[in-house]
């Protein structure tokens, strides 16, 4: 007999849950040293009167990270649930990455070409799996600043068009990731179906085995169904209207 609930949660195995701890932390530093609402700060940091961009920038990058956990936790009983905030993840990521592009095209930058070789450098680095167990929520944290390490010389950075070029990538590659899984639950749908289709299948299931044992069809042989009629019940064929073979009870 198969599993009723998916596996959940989990998320904190996955190198997009990593990647988007990295983005939201340095999402938040990176507004805290380079955007500022003070008009004396102007010509040094991206001037924001009203709160607005800060605002913005970190929601998005906190959205793309609760909707990775969300999505996971949601996968025991409707993978349709997952697939979709998984893909509000993204669309999140997708949404901060548009603003750190403006920020740059604001100083009168250009974004780091793909061909470059800081981009070369920064998206030849690889995350190492995660080998935690137990202790989820403590060593989860510690993998992902271990993991932050591998792009400090960038992020720490004074310079804060290096600081956004950076970013740029890790989204970039965060969302790559995040399209791959959304097709694996796809897949992983496609062949096993959902909560709901088992739940169905356990309900049959069910039925059937409670039921007491059918006779035989006299015509066709196909098992026979309890039926009503005005004169009371019978055996009618499960082949009806195709078969109108009848048994008395």
């Known amino acids: 007999m198969s599993e009723l609930f998916d596996k959940h949660g989990g998320f904190r195995k996955l190198h997009t849950f990593t990647l988007a701890t990295i983005i939201q932390l340095e999402t938040l530093k990176f507004c805290r040293r380079f955007i500022t609402q003070d008009p004396r700060e102007a010509r040094a940091k991206f001037y924001d009167p009203k709160g607005c961009q800060y605002d913005q920038m970190t929601q998005a990058a906190r959205s793309g990270r609760q909707n990775i956990i969300e999505g996971s936790e949601r996968s025991a009983t409707s993978k349709d649930t997952e697939m979709k905030l998984t893909d509000v993840a993204r669309a999140s990521l997708s949404e901060l990455r548009g603003d750190y592009e403006i920020w740059i095209l604001d100083q ?77 639950q796809g897949a992983a749908f496609e062949e096993t179906g959902g909560f709901s289709e088992r739940l169905t299948a356990r309900r049959i299931e069910a039925r059937e085995k409670n039921q007491e044992p059918s006779p035989e069809c006299p015509q066709c042989g196909r098992p026979m169904r309890r039926r ?17 073979g009848i048994r008395p009870l």
């Open 108 to 184: 009168g930058q250009l974004p780091w070409s793909a061909h470059s070789p800081e981009s070369q450098e920064l998206n030849a680095i690889s995350l190492d799996p995660a080998p935690f167990t137990d202790d989820m929520v403590h060593e989860s944290a510690r993998h992902a600043l271990e993991q932050r390490k591998k792009y400090a010389r960038w992020l720490d950075a004074n310079d804060a068009l290096i600081v956004a070029n950076t970013m740029l990538i890790i989204i970039g590659r965060a969302l790559n990731m995040l399209k791959s899984q959304i097709e694996a």
């Open 228 to 244: 009503k009629s005005a004169k009371g019940e019978f055996w009618g064929c499960s082949g009806f209207p195709e078969c109108k």
